[in-house]
């Protein structure tokens, strides 16, 4: 056996002549069964005739029963894990002679683990104020609040505005909305449908025009200037629930306000340890990658950006963009996708050899608890969705998905834990995910 470079290897397999003789010979004689030639009943045709007329097909049979069965052998022999397709170059197979033929394929790295526990990874166990308790329950008080007419008046900053809304000019398709909600001067509203519809009153009409940027993400409104009737409705003022026991009893089996907010303290500080401890994993994993270098196959890398590619599609078809439309080198794609993909892969083979030396697997009560999760999600029979799962390969995955985290888990667990270094000063931002959705609603999605 011949390393080329990497993964890569090669072989020179011959066949000895008998070998060759013997399946040629039973090639010939299973067509001879089943010819049908001019003259001669079905299968009884001379074997010399067969082998003259279906030489080419005889050939062809012989050597799809040769090639890999010696070449397993030859796997087997070399105890070699073999990854990839082989690719057969060199075939020598002429009549009276060994059967040559090079086969190149990619085997499964061999490397030797480093230290994989002990790991040094800024970490600090997440804290909930108060601040942050009341910031969550305002959010559910934002979630509950009742949006109640007002008298007729004017439009002013702050109200919320009920409107019909239609385009009479500037798209081919009209667009057209009977009850839209919008904050005036909120910074969610477009300015043009404040300035235009400040201080109009119930049962008033304003006409304008809107101007959308080239880029803009819907395709049937982008760079175009949409005239615009809207009407005035309903003037509505948003009212919040007050903070009480009551309004603890109304969310669920608490008994006071009190009792709500613990629940939430948990809440967030559960959240918290999740995300912190996710990002000090993927710390851990870059160290053990970046500490491990070896090559590996390159079939795995194609295959995980092919996973990866497949992902972004998706995720692009599900926001309304076709990636049909995408004038997009996906050459350079894919090789922007290398490094990363390389990285993910090595990460993978790293992770599960620590599951085989440490003897991590996912048990049966795990894959349970996913498949049932599955079933809830999915409003399905357990069993039935257990089967789906099994029929399609996904239960090994979930089975995988599993075994992988537990492995990162043991990692976290055994990684030796030091506070992260004060960051700079930056401007205060809202918290990722701390913001609540209003009932406004961007005009432009009219």
Known sequence: ????????????????????????????????????????????????????????????????????????????????????????????????????????????????????????????????????????????????????????????????AVISLESISGVEEKVQQDELTLKIGDEATLPVFTENLRGASPEESREFEVTYPADYDRATLAGRTVKFKATVKAVRRKELPEANDEFAKDLGDYQSLDELKEAIRKSILHEREHAAQDDSKHHIIEKLVTEHTFAVPDVFVDRQIEVTLNNQLQQLAAQGVDPRQLKLDWQKVRAAQQERATRDVRASLILDKIADREAIVPTQEDVDREVQRFARQQREPVAAVRAKLQKDGTLDRIAGQIRTEKVLSFLFDKARKEAPKPEPPKSEEPEKGASVEEPTVDATEA
Do not use: W
């Open 1 to 160: 056996m011949a390393l080329i470079e990497g993964c890569k290897h090669s072989l020179e397999i011959t066949v000895p002549l008998e070998e060759v003789e013997k399946e040629t010979e039973r090639a010939a004689a299973a067509i001879q069964g089943k010819a049908r030639l001019p003259g001669f009943r079905p299968g009884k045709a001379p074997l010399g005739i067969v082998r003259a007329r279906f030489a080419g097909d005889i050939r062809q049979d012989a050597l799809e029963k040769l090639v890999p069965r010696f070449l397993n052998a030859a796997f087997e022999q070399d105890h070699l894990e073999v990854v990839s397709q082989p690719n057969i170059s060199d075939l020598h197979f002429h009549a009276g002679e060994p059967l040559k033929f090079k086969a190149e394929f990619e085997v499964a790295p061999a490397f030797e683990l480093g230290e994989y526990t002990g790991v040094t990874v800024a970490y600090a166990e997440p804290v909930v104020s108060d601040a942050d308790v009341d910031a969550r329950i305002n959010e559910v008080r934002e979630r509950k609040a009742e949006y109640v007419n007002e008298d007729p008046r004017p439009l002013a900053d702050g109200d919320y």
